[in-house]
């Protein structure tokens, strides 16, 4: 169950986004985050902070869905598919090195011919950002709102 404070902190955040970007992120998912809003929790944009600002994790969930899905150019989204990507295999990988079970010992030499996934090579040819999205996300609103 998300914490109903990370809504209110999404929401204020998609509230100072200028009304281009807000636009592009459905009415309906907008509705949905103010109905799910703690409201006793006041969260405040310290426009001098905001590089130094603490989210919750949730709010990082929500905000990267949200940029993910509405606000990343493709390019972004295909370099965010392939980190989730890699991120997948390195997590199979220590599941198999974890588990000693004979399913998971092939032979060598199948491992070493097996063929190179389309993913595997887009991931050596792009660079993945070393900047988190939500670092990103805060940068931009920090930009927008010294404008």
């Not at 109905?35 to 590089?51: G, H």
């Not at 994790?57 to 899905?69: A, C, F, G, M, N």
């Not at 050596?124 to 990103?136: A, D, I, L, N």
């Amino acid at each position: 169950m998300m914490d109903r404070r990370a809504y209110t902190e999404a929401y204020t955040l998609i509230e100072v986004l200028p009304e281009e970007l807000k636009k592009k992120i459905p009415d309906s998912l907008i509705l949905g985050i103010k109905n799910n809003m703690d409201n006793s929790y006041e969260f405040e944009i310290d426009d001098e902070n905001l590089d130094d600002m603490k989210l919750l994790e949730d709010t990082e969930k929500i905000l990267s869905v949200i940029y993910t899905d509405y606000l990343a150019s493709e390019e972004e989204k295909e370099v965010i598919k392939n980190k989730e990507m890699s991120i997948l295999k390195k997590k199979e990988e220590e599941k198999k090195e974890n588990y000693s079970d004979s399913y998971y010992n092939f032979p060598e030499e199948e491992i070493n011919n097996t063929p190179k996934t389309e993913n595997e090579e887009i991931n050596k040819v792009m660079k993945v950002p070393r900047e988190k999205w939500y670092q990103k996300f805060i940068k931009m609103i920090k930009h927008m709102l010294k404008k």
